[in-house]
């Protein structure tokens, strides 16, 4: 599992990376997505891969922590997710209004000399 | 303490978000007289209020006078509000810029678009968030708040101009939070805390085999606040940005990128002090080095900007360059003259870019901004008529050349006022008698004192240019737009006045933040010694 979750997120912040430094806004915004779910997917794992362990205590009484899962990572995820959610769909609208004043999707709001 | 006392800490965050959210509730432009009215009430009754905290702050030996836990959890497990001199003095500077914009946006700018105090509010409730929170991913959320504001007010008035460098700073901004995540998550893997005070009495007994983990979790945060604060090569955002924001705003913004030098300051100092273990003076070369390069940028920057809003923006780089490098020095008398400078700077920027405005008036490229404006959301008449009726302040120009000297003299840091007691409380500390003084200090004092002289002939030329031009008319200046410029610099006077108990405090903040113990211990016994009952 640590493998497929490590190679996870290594593509999508490597193709997160990548599209964020490409010249058109619209390939801006995807790897801004993408290195947002790598982001999210990394918090996640920070709280230790586990399998059937319960995410808060269920029973009465204090039980064992270790064996249940970290509950603080997936609440920072859920805070993380709904930030960086909100604040794409801002940019989406910045990119919209400089795509209608400029005329042109490039990032520095003119077509370069070719 | 009284129960007003214990509450009182967290009013200057939740004033401007239930100030905000009764703007919205009220129609936002139909009633925007109302909202003017709310906007100004609020900013000054945080003046009280962060005046009211700085004197309790002050009056505590440990400097920790009040430790807020939200829901009343104990304290490593939950969120908290601390509040010591540092965070006082920050909360006041907010709450004095913040006051001076809102009067100047009276004039003309709040109708320029839609929802200026609103934003301006939840700018005010993020900076105040980030500046009183004792949690890492708190701080996480409330850089968020005041983010998300900024890139209202950053678009604000419209123009491609300004969606343009919106798009750049909003897409700068948005890495630099992932970088932040990033970075807030690999120290909670490792430290397993957020809590900064916790985190700071772990650091010490952190297994070999993971320091590596953490201090790279550190470095990561540490770049999402350096891209914050501006510091070269982090930087390149910055100026074009702020040279295309509304004068109240970029006025506010001149403390936005003290955000990041302030959790640098608070962040570095406590987890990385001397109690660090082997971690201690992580990344101290870098942050002096990454100064002086700011400020060797900003330098070069303002001598070859050609408008004055480049100007200004420039001067902020140099700014918070030095304030960094000084903080790399890591010696608590500079840090206390850096803390001195960082007042008197942001002050004097401040009013720079409010008099920014009111200079340009006159000129081509700020008409062609408010044409722009105003073709977009066609008020043509209401804002004529507005100017029409302001009562137009005699010898005007004179006014103006005033105010221009005195942020001159304080950005460039000349003799008469604070920006020169500022820059050589860093040096003196810098250079102690009877000791040999490191090279890096004597660096530091030459890139310091030459910036200074460059800051001198860039506003002398800009100054030149503006002012001394024979036919051109006087522009039309309302008292209300002139008395916030006014009130900015005389508070950089009476700093220069006050000099002595000012320095006092600073010094006494800059020990405290050199002595994290005294943090970490205030902190987490603060709670611990008073009864669970404290939130009722």
Known sequence: ?????????????????????????????IGLSLLAYAVNLFILAMGRLRTDAAPVLMAKGMGVPAEFADPLPQALVLTAIVISFATTALFLVVIIAARGLTGTDHVDGREPDV | MSWAENHLVIAPIVLPLFAGAVMLALGGERRRNINAMLNIAVSLALIAISIMLLRDADAVPGGISNVYRLGDWPVPFAIVLVLDRLSAMMLLLTSVLAAAAAVFSLARWHRAGVNFHPLFQFLLMGLNGAFLTGDLFNLFVFFEVLLAASYGLVLYGSGSVRVMTGMQYIAVNLVASLLFLIGVSLIYGIAGTLNMADLASRIAAIPASDRALLEAGAGILGIAFLVKAGMWPLCFW??????????????????????????????????????????AQFGGELLLAGGMATIVFGTIGTLASQDMSRLAAFSVLVSSGTVLAAVGLAQTGVTGGALFYLISSTLGLGAFFLLIELIERGREPGADVLAVTRELYGEEGEEDGAEETGIAIPATIALLGLSF???????????????????????????????????QAWVFLVILILSGLAALIAMTRAGIRVFWVSEREAPRVRLIEMAPVAVLLLLCVLQTVQAGPVMR????????????????RGVLEFSSARKPAGGT
């Open chain 2, 405 to 439: 000297i005195g942020c001159a003299v304080v950005i460039a840091g000349l003799p008469p006022l604070s920006g020169f007691i500022a820059k050589f409380a860093m040096l003196s500390a810098a250079l102690q008698p009877g000791a040999a003084v490191p090279t």
């Open chain 1, 1 to 29: 599992m640590e493998i497929v979750l490590a190679l996870g997120i290594g593509v999508l912040a490597g193709s997160g990376v990548w599209l964020a430094l490409r010249p058109r806004t619209f390939q801006v915004i």
């Open chain 2, 238 to 279: 910055l100026p074009g940005t702020y040279a295309a924001v509304p004068a109240p705003v970029g006025s506010i913004f001149a403390i936005l990128t003290k955000v990041g030098v302030y959790v640098v300051l608070r962040l570095w100092l406590l987890l990385f002090g001397d109690g660090a273990g082997a971690s």
């Open chain 2, 505 to 520: 405090f600073m010094q006494a903040t800059a020990q405290s933040l050199h002595a994290p113990h005294d943090y970490m």
